[in-house]
């Protein structure tokens, strides 16, 4: 159904920053991304087949001997606590990026399909001063920190779409709402590169450790971002999408939800229900992506409790 306003903003980017050990849902949380989808490495294999060196023969079963062992130089030396500039600068550029270019592919999604607004509005620049939301984007979180809650909760500034300019708005709609997760997928590919860059070009390297400390950063709050996003709740995007798959009866129904899915929104995670549906998908692509990074389980548990997830 088409919009009554001349101008409908398109879903912002919500970003919600689960802080795992903030209670015990939240280790279970950890528990499953750790053990269910990345496996588990005992120290055994992580001193001789992981990064510690290698064995030599196929047939061979445990740690070779004295003549056979051939070191590597290990892939991650032990790091030390980060501190809070550490942190802020692992963190930022992928936060940024991951904010800006969701919006950006809404934009740029909405201009294919015969919309102009957000390019008409500077909203295609990749400058993140024109997406940060003073509220969502600043307060919103920092109260997140202040207050007792088990995550940080933000969005950007929403990207203005002017559906009457699609020739199909219902359809066109729906494939603008879905560029921006499919923008934090690409994004966590990316990401997952650059951490396989440092695991096998700088082993050993404090650059090396820099780039998979952030690859990882990258890939947990892309990932984080799309699978939230997806949820079928307006003003979210998959509640977008799923207006525009829906029959146009129930499509104008499931609409009204939208001037509440705000606080229906704070609800589900405050009490943790968001968790209870999505956290399986959540959980399974996250996974998949951190396991792709090549890096072993005891030296991923690692990588996760220095940035804090």
């Known amino acids: 159904t088409r919009d009554k306003s001349p101008c409908d903003p398109c879903s912002a980017a919500f970003m919600p920053l689960f802080i795992p050990g903030a209670?015990?849902?939240?280790?279970g949380y950890r528990s499953?991304?750790?053990?269910?989808r990345l496996g588990v490495m005992n120290?055994?294999?992580?001193?001789?087949?992981?990064?510690?060196?290698?064995t030599h023969g196929a047939d061979r079963i445990g740690p070779p001997g004295p003549s056979q062992q051939v070191r590597r130089p290990p892939i991650m030396q032990a790091m030390p606590h980060l501190n809070l500039v550490q942190l802020i600068?692992?963190?930022?550029?992928?936060g940024l990026f991951a904010i800006t270019l969701?919006?950006?592919a809404h934009g740029y999604a909405a201009r294919q399909f015969g919309d102009r607004t957000a390019e008409m509005l500077g909203r295609l620049k990749l400058n993140p001063i024109r997406h940060?939301?003073?509220v969502g984007t600043i307060l919103v979180p920092l109260a997140c920190l202040i207050l007792p809650f088990h995550f940080i909760f933000g969005w950007a500034k929403p990207v203005p779409i002017t559906p009457q300019n699609f020739k199909h708005p219902r359809r066109d709609m729906a494939y603008v709402a879905l560029a921006g997760p499919f923008a934090n997928l690409l994004m966590a590919t990316g990401w997952l590169v650059l951490s396989q860059i440092g695991r096998l070009f700088f082993a050993g390297a404090p650059i090396g450790q820099f780039l998979i400390l952030m690859g990882v950063a990258g890939i947990y709050i892309n990932i984080l971002l799309m699978i939230f996003n997806l949820f079928p709740l307006p003003p979210l995007d998959g509640g977008r999408v799923l207006t525009g798959i829906l029959p146009v009866q129930w499509a104008r129904v499931f609409s009204r939800i939208e001037p509440y899915g705000f606080v229906i929104l704070l609800l589900l995670l405050?009490?943790?229900?968001?968790?209870?549906?999505?956290?399986?998908?959540?959980?399974?692509v996250l996974g998949?992506?951190?396991t792709g990074t090549g890096v072993p389980m005891p030296l991923m548990q690692q990588t996760l409790d220095l940035l804090r997830i």
């Open 32 to 36: 499953s991304l750790s053990h269910q």
């Open 270 to 284: 405050v009490t943790n229900v968001f968790f209870m549906l999505m956290g399986p998908l959540l959980v399974g």
């Open 132 to 134: 940060v939301d003073p």
């Open 23 to 27: 209670n015990r849902k939240s280790q």
């Open 89 to 94: 600068a692992i963190w930022a550029v992928p």
């Open 102 to 104: 969701h919006e950006v």
């Open 43 to 54: 120290d055994e294999a992580l001193q001789w087949g992981g990064f510690g060196g290698a």
């Open 288 to 290: 998949l992506f951190l």
